[in-house]
């Protein structure tokens, strides 16, 4: 183009200008864009200047036609329709692109709402779990149970030529911890058939129909695999009783209940499926789930005794570089009551305390550390005052002797008075009977004794500093007094009162009930009998801990001049401290 080979002078001109130039010959040419209203004007002595004119300005082109300068009219209009053209094409297709994105997200859209009531499960294979039986410690019984569910899947004509049925359903009962789920991870890993995970509470949704819609495509896809295992998580989530929403209730949930007891014992024939589940509160599931034929066993993994915490801590300990010195005999004659989860929990936690110190191996230093963080809590700020120290001091040791009385020397496994989380000071660690742990029942004995022991350490702060003296130290333990008090009036018939159960009616449900008021059904006269009991027994049983300690006062205010020394008290140190002194 003109411009592009030309620079432009600094000289000016005005339209007069131009008109006597053109007139006199001085011009060479003229560049004319109409739709600009300028023109480039090159004169013959090199010069280029632009000039504005008048919109489609006919004396310019007169002039130039008469002189005969050389005249080039630029017309932009096709260079704009170019442009028009272009801008157009470019709009149509974003809105062709937009409709392709929408018609997308669209399509995605409802394959996502036909797919709604469709279950996200996955099909496990023996290659695809490393857990196995050998892998499971410490609940022997459960695990010959399930190998016998593998057998009926495996060789079912055996049992079949005998006229048994396969078990159409196991139910795994037990505390949190105890190794419910593993054990479902193991019959994954040694069955040999397909094997459906699913928790609970994917079935339950919002909308109307999806969880029913749900457990029938689960037993579709599980009926194409036949012989196939479903494993149901926390069945609980849907199980619960039904009809206990308000006005009856007809929700979701049970809709989704109603959908599963079809699919378990209905017309259909589920042969060759095995449902198992697994949950932690039997109490609160429908009775027509539990029947025969629906689930037909019902297997208690219950929490580990001596030997089974002993093996269970062998498994954690394979991966973990364990001191040849570390005897895990005795640490599971001080882990009554643990879990499997908590037995896993503890060697974790050994391996951490064991890598804070840039330690090698594991010793028995580093699971004490993490023993105690797990069942008292950690260590906060040290106390400074000297006073605070020995009333706490008090306070621990009165319940470690009271303790000693009535349940054994052997009863207490650590005194200290450094401060743990969630308490005013110290802490004494009393070891929990293996044969309550196992059996589950308690007697009106040791009931008395807990609450003994809780108020030990106001009955020391009564007898060393005086009724006036007294402060709140002991305020966590008379309120767990208290409760075990209200529980033995009420619940057990533990009292004057008689075998009478008075606890109020604690049926879990759903939704609704909790929303109305039910009338008390204890009459008012036996209320202020029941307080009166439970303000009697908590007086006589702080009246007994008082006697204990000052029958072994000279032992008491021994041991917290050790405790304040050293700050803690071990079995050991205890057990020789006190085998002479003690007072029965």
Request: one cysteine or more; proline letters at 3%.
């Amino acid at each position: 183009m003109f411009s592009s080979k030309f620079s432009y002078s600094n000289s000016k001109s005005s339209y007069s200008d131009l008109l006597e130039d053109i007139e006199s010959g001085n011009i060479e040419s003229i560049f004319y864009y109409p739709r600009q209203r300028e023109i480039d004007v090159l004169y013959k002595n090199g010069d280029k200047i632009k000039i504005p004119i008048l919109y489609n300005d006919q004396l310019i082109l007169e002039k130039a036609t008469e002189n005969k300068v050389e005249l080039t009219v630029n017309n932009s209009r096709k260079e704009s329709a170019a442009a028009n053209s272009f801008a157009s094409i470019s709009i149509f297709l974003i809105f062709i692109l937009a409709i392709v994105l929408i018609l997308r997200s669209t399509s995605k859209l409802a394959s996502r709402a036909f797919g709604f009531t469709k279950n996200q499960t996955k099909f496990v294979t023996i290659d695809d779990v490393e857990t196995r039986f050998e892998d499971v410690a410490g609940v022997p019984e459960a695990a010959e149970e399930l190998k016998e569910v593998i057998a009926f899947l495996k060789e079912p004509k055996k049992f079949q030529n005998l006229g048994a049925k396969v078990p159409k359903g196991v139910l795994l009962i037990g505390p949190p911890g105890t190794g419910k789920t593993l054990l479902a991870k193991a019959i994954a890993g040694e069955s040999g058939v397909p094997f459906i995970s699913i928790a609970a509470s994917e079935f339950v949704e919002l909308f109307v129909g999806v969880g029913a819609s749900r457990v029938r495509d689960l037993f579709l896809k599980a009926k194409e695999k036949s012989p196939c295992i479903i494993f149901i998580d926390e069945i609980d989530s849907i199980g619960r009783q039904r009809g206990s929403g308000v006005g009856g209730g007809n929700d979701e949930r049970e809709q989704t209940l109603n959908q599963l007891l079809t699919e378990l014992d209905g017309f259909a024939d589920n042969s060759g499926i095995i449902v198992l589940a697994a949950t932690n509160r039997p109490d609160i599931l429908d009775a027509a789930l539990l029947r025969p034929g629906r689930f037909d066993r019902k297997i208690e993994v219950m929490l580990p005794d001596l030997d089974g915490r002993k093996k269970i801590l062998s498994v954690h300990s394979l991966s973990k570089p364990l001191s040849k010195k570390v005897d895990l005999g005795y640490w599971a004659s001080r882990t009554v009551g643990f879990s499997g989860a908590d037995l896993a929990n503890l060697m974790n936690e050994s391996a951490i305390h064991c890598a804070r110190n840039e330690s090698k191996f594991i010793t028995d230093h580093h699971i004490e550390s993490a023993l105690d963080k797990i069942t008292i809590g950690l260590r906060s700020s040290l106390i400074t005052s000297p006073n605070m120290k020995k009333i706490i001091a008090y306070n621990e040791v009165g319940k470690a002797i009271v303790s000693a009385v009535r349940n054994g020397i052997e009863s207490v496994d650590k005194i200290t008075i450094l401060p743990r989380s969630g308490s005013l000071g110290g802490c004494t660690k009393i070891c929990p009977d293996e044969d309550l742990i196992s059996s589950g029942l308690i007697s009106k004995r040791i009931l008395f004794s807990k609450i003994e022991i809780a108020l030990a350490g106001r009955a020391a702060e009564t007898i060393v500093f005086g009724k006036s003296e007294i402060t709140q130290c002991s305020i966590y333990n008379i309120s767990y007094a208290t409760n075990i008090v209200r529980e033995m009036v009420t619940k057990y018939g533990f009292s004057i009162i008689g075998p009478v159960s008075m606890e109020p009616d604690n049926n879990e449900i759903y939704l609704g009930d909790g929303l109305f008021k039910r009338k008390s059904l204890i009459a008012d006269n036996t209320s202020s009998r029941i307080d009166n009991e439970i303000i009697k027994i908590s007086k006589v049983s702080l009246k007994n801990s008082i006697e204990i300690l000052e029958k072994n006062r000279v032992l008491l205010d021994k041991l917290v001049e050790i405790l304040l020394n050293q700050e803690t008290i071990d079995r050991q140190l205890f057990k020789t401290e006190t085998s002479e002194l003690l007072k029965v």
